[in-house]
């Protein structure tokens, strides 16, 4: 698992709701399933990366987040939202931020540090 993946894992209480927002594959999902015995979905919109978590059993909702969760999660669902390594690709970041925290009482966000690559 990626080192960033490692570090928002650390901050995932057990038995926690969990929205993953660019899930990917849902290595994270999947990892938090398995070891912390969340319930968790992920938002991704890469078809190949939706059909990877559907094979992890990882509940996953194809969908852009920046247009599509006001559509379909409500307030304070989750007790944490997460979004590895895409907030630098959003075309309006403080929205999707205020989502976050919205659907969710706590937000975990990592971006690449573009200045070290």
Not at 54 to 82: C, H, M, P, R, W
Request: charged share 25%.
């Amino acid at each position: 698992m990626r080192l960033d993946l490692r570090l928002a894992e650390r901050w995932i209480k057990p038995n926690s709701r969990v929205l993953d927002l660019g899930c990917g594959d849902s290595t994270l999902l999947d990892y938090l399933v398995s070891n912390k015995n969340i319930s968790g979905y992920g938002f991704e919109k890469d078809i190949d990366e939706v059909q990877e978590s559907i094979k992890k059993n990882i509940n996953v909702i194809q969908s852009d987040f920046n247009t599509g969760l006001a559509e379909y999660i409500d307030s304070n669902f989750f007790d944490y939202s997460i979004m590895t390594q895409a907030l630098q690709e959003n075309k309006n970041p403080d929205h999707i931020i205020l989502e976050m925290v919205r659907v969710s009482r706590e937000g975990i966000i990592t971006f690449p540090n573009m200045g070290f690559w």
